[in-house]
């Protein structure tokens, strides 16, 4: 019997970042039943790197090669295809950073790491934050996190995603207002290994579509405002199995230590301009030192009380910027932490930034 025809919306990171420059395009598919359709129906298939700045040489055409599919949140009769780029020799793409990241987390799959990702986020319109006064600013922080009320802006959107993503079947586990008006975080996880990374991705994608049908901006700058107002974060969730396990609050604490001998490279990996944000105000630490403790906030990381009376279960990583690649980033603190070998920041690839230096020079490497 004839196949009735479907939509393929492959979704792809094209190189400038991992938030923003997100692309896709559509595919009829005929071959197989939209219900019966599994990862392997999905045909390889390419686009003009040329067009997006990711080409070398003279061959323009980028491979894309779909990794994972969901249900699609915006339309009927349609599936969507996240998909890793390729040169066509079979290289990833040098703003692949899922395909090295999947190889990470094979090789050590036996330790199970799981994260849980909070991306926090400014809705903005025509370059300022939403239903922010015209010309001024609105009352200072206090009203805002996990407010109602007439003083909270921009409920309606953040819900809109919330349930959008549910649709996709992505792990996203809630949703706040956060401490600046127009300011919110959502939550992607408990995930496994490369999962994390690939719902992150989606739940970004999905915001853009939504964005992009009201004219708005999702922005993911570390700090947008400056002042006294927050930035955004985007604060990791970890643990390995060991630390789920009974007396795991061993296995924490000795992430925690290897984490003090790796932190001046790992925060590289956090994200671009991470140190607008990371001056040890607005419940944040200084980048250029690390530390951890119980129920702390003012910290590299924090062990929550309730793991530190359990004697098991998971820390969390303050340090992350609203705007990592979450590949990257996930990767990074599972070797890291547990004292497994890391790709230098150069070999990573990572654009060097001029706050690097800085950074150094605070930890004492530097010389004045």
């Given at each position: ?16 970042n ?22 392997e ?26 990794v ?23 290289t ?29 986020y400014f ?20 009203d ?25 079947g ?19 996880g408990p ?34 405002i400056?002042?006294?107002?927050n ?19 061993k296995?924490i604490k ?55 009376a ?9 340090r ?32 060097r ?16």
């Amino acid at each position: 019997m004839p196949v009735t025809p479907w939509v393929a919306e492959y979704v792809w990171v094209s190189g400038k970042n991992t938030y923003h420059d997100l692309r896709s395009k559509y595919k009829t598919m005929t071959n197989v039943a939209i219900e019966n359709a599994t990862l392997e129906d999905f045909p390889v298939w390419n686009f003009d790197g040329s067009s997006t700045n990711q080409h070398r040489g003279n061959n323009t055409e980028i491979i894309i090669k779909p990794v994972a599919v969901y249900p699609h949140p915006f339309l009927e009769n349609a599936k969507v295809a996240l998909s890793e780029c390729f040169y066509p020799d079979g290289t990833p793409e040098k703003g692949n950073t899922r395909n090295k990241a999947a190889e990470v987390f094979a090789k050590y799959k036996d330790d199970v790491p799981m994260f849980g990702l909070e991306q926090e986020y400014f809705i903005y319109k025509n370059g300022k934050p939403y239903m922010w006064p015209e010309g001024g600013f609105p009352i200072g922080q206090g009203d805002y996190y996990c407010g109602n009320g007439s003083q909270v802006c921009g409920r309606e959107l953040a819900l809109e995603h919330y349930q959008a993503c549910l649709v996709m079947g992505l792990k996203i586990s809630g949703v706040n207002a956060e401490v600046a008006p127009s300011q919110w975080e959502f939550q992607v996880g408990p995930c496994i290994g490369i999962e994390e990374g690939d719902h992150m991705i989606m739940a970004r994608w999905v915001f853009q579509r939504i964005a992009e049908k009201y004219g708005l901006e999702i922005n993911y700058d570390p700090k947008p405002i400056k002042g006294d107002w927050n930035g955004s974060g985007c604060h990791m969730n970890f643990s390995t199995k060991a630390m789920r396990e009974e007396g795991g609050i061993k296995a924490i604490k000795a992430a925690c230590e290897n984490l003090k001998k790796t932190f001046l490279d790992d925060v590289k990996f956090y994200g671009g301009d991470n140190n607008e944000r990371m001056t040890g105000a607005h419940e944040t630490s200084k980048l250029s030192e690390f530390t951890y403790g119980v129920g702390t906030r003012h910290t590299s990381c924090r062990i929550g009380n309730d793991v530190n009376a359990a004697g098991k279960g998971y820390f969390e990583d303050r340090r992350p910027a609203s705007n990592i690649d979450p590949y990257l980033a996930t990767t990074r603190l599972f070797t890291s932490s547990m004292g497994y070998t890391a790709d230098a920041p150069d070999v990573a690839q990572l654009e060097r930034q001029t706050w690097w230096a800085e950074l150094e020079r605070e930890a004492g490497v530097l010389k004045q």
